[in-house]
């Protein structure tokens, strides 16, 4: 049943009413010793484990703050519950069943094998996620046991990658120089910065040859000279 309000359904009506949203505040990313975070991986998820799933499931954690400030509402020592269960699932279906072995030792693979419990590996790894969280500090307990808020959302910039403009080929098209290598001479005070839209970059198509040449369609071009300011840095 939809209710009404005027004759006009109850969700259109309240597009028309003045609201304000407050802009969510984000915490810090977590600012772990990395030889604390790599013992923590070592010592909990198996010994083959790649970069890219150790990745995925940082990010996982940093991303689903919500998540993590219901699981630890209910269970304020950690351990599995069934929202840390919705994680590790979503986790598991992500990175795929051999991705998803290397986040167990030897030992508990085994174990794994020969358990008859229902979803043991999801219990499992829900329990490692939840020792994970504490460890980045994303718990929402003081010292005292005592529950302080809803996690906020994790900013992310302190994590951003650096973007530089090269050119495509790493030698020297030009006919006649043997594809030599080529040099850069400029003093970095002299290279100038860019303030750049970064989902815009996707639409950009280079063409290099002795000088950097961009072609870009004309509704991507009007777009950039309204959004996108150069900044040049002058030495």
């Known amino acids: 049943m939809v209710l009404t309000s005027f004759g006009a359904p109850l969700p259109l009506a309240l597009l028309f009413i003045p609201h304000v949203v407050a802009s969510p505040?984000?915490?810090?990313?977590?600012s772990i010793p990395f030889k604390d975070f790599s013992d923590?991986?070592?010592?909990?998820?198996?010994?083959?484990?790649?970069?890219?799933?150790?990745?995925?499931?940082?990010?996982?954690?940093?991303?689903?703050?919500?998540?993590?400030?219901?699981?630890?509402?209910?269970?304020?020592?950690?351990?599995?519950?069934?929202?840390?269960?919705?994680?590790?699932?979503?986790?598991?279906e992500k990175l795929g069943s051999d991705a998803t072995q290397t986040l167990f030792s030897a030992f508990?693979?085994?174990?794994?094998?020969?358990?008859?419990?229902?979803?043991?590996?999801?219990?499992?790894?829900?329990?490692?996620?939840?020792?994970?969280?504490?460890?980045?500090?994303?718990?929402?307990?003081?010292?005292?046991w005592k529950f302080t808020e809803t996690l906020n959302p994790i900013s992310h910039n302190s994590i951003q990658q650096v973007f530089l403009i090269f050119p495509r080929s790493s030698v020297c098209l030009t006919s006649g120089c043997n594809q030599s290598s080529l040099k850069q001479n400029t003093r970095s005070r002299d290279i100038p910065?860019?303030?750049?839209?970064?989902?815009?970059?996707?639409?950009?198509?280079?063409?290099?040859?002795?000088?950097?040449?961009?072609?870009?369609?004309?509704?991507?071009?009007?777009?950039?000279?309204?959004?996108l300011h150069l900044r040049i840095q002058k030495p």
């Open 108 to 144: 508990e693979l085994s174990t794994l094998e020969t358990t008859t419990t229902r979803d043991s590996d999801i219990t499992s790894l829900a329990k490692k996620l939840s020792q994970f969280s504490q460890i980045l500090d994303l718990y929402p307990y003081n010292q005292k």
């Open 40 to 92: 923590f991986i070592l010592g909990n998820f198996g010994p083959t484990i790649s970069l890219s799933t150790v990745i995925t499931l940082l990010l996982s954690m940093t991303n689903n703050t919500e998540l993590l400030s219901l699981h630890f509402k209910q269970a304020e020592k950690g351990g599995s519950t069934a929202w840390m269960k919705c994680l590790a699932c979503a986790i598991k």
């Open 193 to 227: 910065q860019v303030t750049f839209i970064e989902e815009l970059m996707s639409t950009i198509m280079y063409n290099y040859s002795q000088d950097v040449v961009v072609t870009v369609e004309p509704y991507i071009m009007q777009i950039m000279s309204a959004y």
């Open 25 to 30: 505040q984000f915490a810090s990313f977590p």
